[in-house]
């Protein structure tokens, strides 16, 4: 029994450059949802009990996704992509200070009034509600002439801070969860 022969035109080669690094593209549904986010940041702090836990491992667990190394090799460490058109998150480590780790978590806009309308299913009350659950005491800091900035969630070992913004500027009175810092 003859086989038929077959002829393929060679296969091109792969480049031998790497690219650098691959962003999500606006149209690539995102990891997280701005909810899901939210309460995958509720879940590190909860499972963290001081500066040390957060590390680079610890954080891509308990979030579920990859945090990049810095490409200077110093010990800062992130991720983000976009939600929709209007937002991005962000998550940044800095450990570049022993036992003095810094943690970032948010949401950033492409415009700077965009509303928060299509990312605020868990909001400001919402959120900090669970961070009082968690067993944090609530302190609010505010600047000059009283202006409310944020607020300071302690416990133990633990000190994370909350940044509003409010939806829109006609509903600015409901607020979002712009932004989370430890410490």
């Given at each position: 029994m003859a086989l038929p022969a077959c002829s393929h035109a060679p296969l091109?080669?792969?480049?031998?450059?790497?690219?650098?690094?691959?962003?999500?593209?606006?149209?690539?549904?995102?990891?997280?949802?701005?909810?899901?986010?939210?309460?995958?940041?509720?879940?590190?702090?909860?499972?963290?009990?001081?500066?040390?836990?957060?590390?680079?491992?610890?954080?891509?667990?308990?979030?579920?996704?990859?945090?990049?190394?810095a490409r200077n090799g110093s010990a800062r460490y992130g991720f983000g992509e976009s939600l929709n058109a209007q937002w991005t998150y962000g998550v940044s480590l800095d450990a570049t200070a022993p036992g003095a780790a810094k943690f970032e978590f948010s949401f950033n806009p492409s415009q700077a009034d965009a509303p928060m309308t299509g990312i605020c299913q868990m909001d400001y009350d919402a959120f900090t509600a669970k961070l009082e659950a968690l067993g944090f005491k609530r302190t609010p800091y505010s600047a000059e002439h009283g202006r409310f900035v944020s607020e300071w969630f302690d416990k133990p070992g633990l000190r994370v801070s909350v940044y509003p913004q409010g939806e829109t500027a006609e509903a600015a009175a409901h607020r979002c969860v712009r932004m989370v810092t430890i410490p």
């Open positions: 091109s080669k792969p480049s031998k450059e790497e690219p650098a690094m691959t962003t999500a593209t606006p149209t690539a549904a995102p990891r997280l949802d701005a909810s899901l986010a939210l309460q995958r940041v509720l879940d590190l702090i909860g499972d963290s009990q001081g500066l040390a836990d957060l590390t680079p491992a610890h954080i891509s667990q308990k979030l579920g996704v990859p945090m990049e190394g």
